[in-house]
């Protein structure tokens, strides 16, 4: 498990290895889990709003280098 990104300091963006297909991340941290597909991006999950909001702005500001990321450790 590689943490990408923190968002406030109590969630963070996980890509793990060796993880179940399609391509996705995860937004973790004070007892949430949620996966975000990289395509198309949408998140499935439980989770304050504000922060599934901002979690989406960074990962689609970074969609390209997720997806290089996910292609290296799971092709």
């Given at each position: 498990m590689t943490t990408?990104?923190?968002i406030r300091q109590k969630y963070r963006i996980e890509l793990r290895e060796r993880d179940h297909g399609p391509a996705h991340v995860?937004?973790?941290g004070a007892g949430i889990d949620?996966?975000?597909?990289?395509?198309?991006l949408s998140a499935e999950g439980a989770g304050p709003r504000d922060v599934k909001a901002e979690a989406l702005e960074w990962i689609a500001?970074?969609?390209?280098?997720l997806m290089e990321d996910w292609?290296?450790?799971h092709e």
């Open positions: 990408k990104h923190r995860h937004l973790t949620v996966v975000v597909w990289l395509a198309p500001a970074h969609l390209e280098e292609k290296q450790w």
